[in-house]
């Protein structure tokens, strides 16, 4: 079965510094892999979506993704945090089960 | 274009009552999947509906049913509400076999006491 982990459930990060959010995969075929935000009290807002064609994947608000076979990783980063960039994290994967399936997700803090 | 959309926005049921969720799903999209985000935790699938049919269903008991209408709008029904089942409840809509990219609504938060 697919799933994914994400390390560390919290990521503190000073505004201007780099943001890097963990997410390792396992899946027996090759899978679709997405990074969803969720702002309080809000539902998931989609930042990009791995489906093959590209390794390095650029999303909304800056925010980019490299999907690493070999390492099962599909990390996110972005290179200058914003304050508005506060929120709750979902890496999530299928594999073509009509379900998504998330990780725990990570919250991430911006010090002014 | 209208986003999805989910009624009502809070809910409070007591233990053993019923409880019926809506979703207006995003124009040009066909299918419906529901998921559960209990607090602090990730979503975890309910099930997905697709052309009027169950298309796919998570670890969840049957009193967790559902619907899909023709205009592809969906319910979520929950019978013998336990005090468990409080979470946050999301609606997502999408095209079937467009990788799967699903469009959520702002969800409803359900209270169980």
């Known amino acids: 079965a697919q799933s994914v982990t994400q390390l560390g459930s919290h990521v503190s990060v000073s505004e201007g510094a780099l943001v890097l959010l963990r997410c390792n995969y396992s899946s027996s075929v090759p899978p679709y892999l997405f990074w969803y935000v969720q702002y309080p009290n809000q539902g998931l807002q989609l930042l990009l979506k791995y489906t093959s064609a590209a390794t390095l994947v650029k999303g909304i608000n800056g925010f980019e993704a490299e999907f690493k076979k070999s390492e099962t990783s599909f990390h996110l980063t972005k290179p200058s945090a914003h304050m508005s960039d506060a929120a709750e994290y979902f890496c999530a994967v299928d594999t073509g089960r009509r379900a998504l399936t998330f990780g725990s997700g990570t919250r991430l803090q911006v010090q002014p | 274009e209208t986003g999805v959309t989910q009624s009502p926005t809070h809910l409070i049921k007591t233990r053993g009552q019923q409880v019926t969720l809506r979703c207006s799903s995003q124009?040009?999209?066909?299918?419906v999947s529901w998921y559960q985000q209990a607090l602090g935790q990730g979503p975890q699938f309910i099930f997905q509906?697709?052309?009027?049919?169950?298309?796919g269903r998570g670890n969840f008991p049957p009193r967790f049913s559902g619907l899909q209408f023709p205009n592809y709008s969906s319910e979520l029904n929950v019978n013998a509400l336990e005090l468990d089942d409080s979470a946050l409840y999301l609606c997502a809509s999408s095209e079937q076999g467009v990788y799967n990219e699903q469009f959520f609504g702002p969800g409803t938060r359900l209270t169980v006491l």
């Open positions: 509906y697709y052309r009027e049919e169950e298309n």
């Open positions: 124009s040009g999209h066909n299918t």
